[in-house]
């Protein structure tokens, strides 16, 4: 019976792991992939401006 416990952990937590990869392959890409990369290109759009709005007004 020490063989069933000393087990057990390695199995649940490749189950886990196993589940974890998963969740992240699948929610890579899809629909959701364009709203996500059109949200980064805005925000480094506008970090974007207001360095040049910075540099701009200090020469």
Sequence with gaps: MDYVSALVP???MAVFFIGVVRVIVKTQGGA???KEDAA???ALA???CARKASAGGDA
Excluded: G, N
């Design 10 to 12: 390695p199995v649940v």
């Design 32 to 34: 959701a992939k364009a």
């Design 40 to 42: 980064v290109d805005a």
């Design 46 to 48: 506008r970090v974007e």
